[in-house]
């Protein structure tokens, strides 16, 4: 599934669901960390699935979705709980792609790879970079 590592850098396909352009460049520096320097990104649960669909489609998986709990469902929607939809879109279509949660809500859901709890309070960061790891060492 996984290229080779090549000159310290990991050819995985992420995709960040997230709307908070902030977060998103705070996770994209936990990723650079773990090697990966290319991270796709959508604000919205519609544009996100739809990634999601083309990427299988085109037999070109992703190889990790991170998504946020709170987000819009549509692009410039209101804030909802999409994060829920999605992990329940990927479970229902036994999509294997791996998904961990990174929310600044605390939460636990055993069915996905993993939960990150996104805080400035905590070393967040040591969270993802340990999860993506073991996701890249198989």
Known sequence: IFEHILSGRIHMRVLNIEDDTFKHH????????????????????ADGWKQIKNSMDSNNPYDLIITDMYYPGEPGGREEQSGD??????????????????????????????????????????????????????
Do not use: H
Not at 26 to 45: H, P, T
Not at 106 to 114: F, M, T
């Open 26 to 45: 705070d996770i994209c520096k936990a990723l650079s960390g773990c090697g990966i320097k290319e991270v796709e990104w959508s604000n919205n649960l």
């Open 85 to 138: 939809v999605l992990i329940d879109r990927v479970i229902k279509n036994k999509i294997t792609i791996p998904v961990i949660l990174c929310s600044s809500v605390n939460l636990k859901y055993p069915e996905i790879y993993g939960c990150v709890y996104y805080s400035m309070e905590r070393n967040w960061e040591a969270d993802m970079q340990k999860l993506v790891n073991s996701l890249v060492a198989g």
